[in-house]
């Protein structure tokens, strides 16, 4: 069954501290993106990347930064954490334009 | 802007009724228009998509009816069931860009027995 894993389902963190969340894929996917869902605002998308070192900016990535250094892992790092960061966090992976998205269980991060 | 308006926010249907659930969009360049089902405590995963080129699509109990001029698609669960009372998300993406979507807000389906 193919996959995509985020390495916590939970986090908890202080305020300015340097968060990483992991994703990882076994579908061989080029696409692979980061979104953050919060109650009544949907899924809005951070960063995307279409290939190994390479990304994009979603539409709200600012206090967010990424890593794709293998075409399975997909990173984001958040700089220096704050409160309205608190939120769920998805990940997935797509085989490209006209398919759909294999989602991640998502990691709830709780920034205190 | 929002570039995917869905509706409504909440939905609550009996066992045997028919949900419904819209979207509309406003940029003429997506081909490509997904559903996701999001149960608690999960991500969302493919329900069933659609593209422009068909105004109807079936997959069992879910078909996605697609109105290309007036640029609004909805989805129709027939015969709901408890086990349908999760949250939908439409989407939709073009061809550029890894096919990234945009999505609506959700509605939440409860389907009572």
């Known amino acids: 069954d193919v996959k995509v894993t985020q390495s916590s389902r939970y986090l908890v963190k202080r305020t300015g501290e340097k968060v990483f969340l992991e994703c990882v894929q076994d579908?061989?996917?080029?696409?692979m993106f980061w979104y953050r869902q919060d109650p009544g605002l949907g899924l809005r998308l951070i960063y995307f990347s279409y290939d190994v070192k390479m990304k994009e900016k979603g539409d709200i990535p600012e206090g967010y930064s990424v890593s794709r250094e293998k075409k399975e892992r997909f990173s984001l790092i958040l700089e220096s954490a704050s409160t309205n960061q608190t939120s769920m966090y998805l990940c997935a992976s797509s085989l490209g334009p006209s398919h759909g998205y294999t989602f991640g269980s998502g990691t709830r991060l709780t920034v205190v | 802007q929002q570039q995917v308006k869905q509706s409504p926010q909440s939905l609550i249907v009996q066992k045997g009724g028919i949900s419904i659930i819209n979207c509309a969009y406003e940029n003429t360049a997506f081909d490509y228009f997904p559903w996701y089902q999001q149960f608690p405590g999960k991500g969302p995963a493919l329900l069933i998509a659609i593209r422009p080129d068909v105004s109807e699509k079936k997959e069992g109990r879910f078909t996605i009816s697609f109105n290309k001029s007036a640029k609004q698609f909805s989805l129709h669960i027939m015969d709901s069931q408890p086990g349908d009372s999760a949250t939908y998300f439409c989407?939709?993406?073009?061809?550029?860009?890894?096919?990234?979507?945009?999505f609506g807000d959700g509605t939440t389906l409860t389907v009572k027995p």
């Open positions: 989407a939709a993406s073009k061809g550029t860009n890894a096919g990234k979507s945009t």
């Open positions: 579908m061989d996917h080029e696409n």
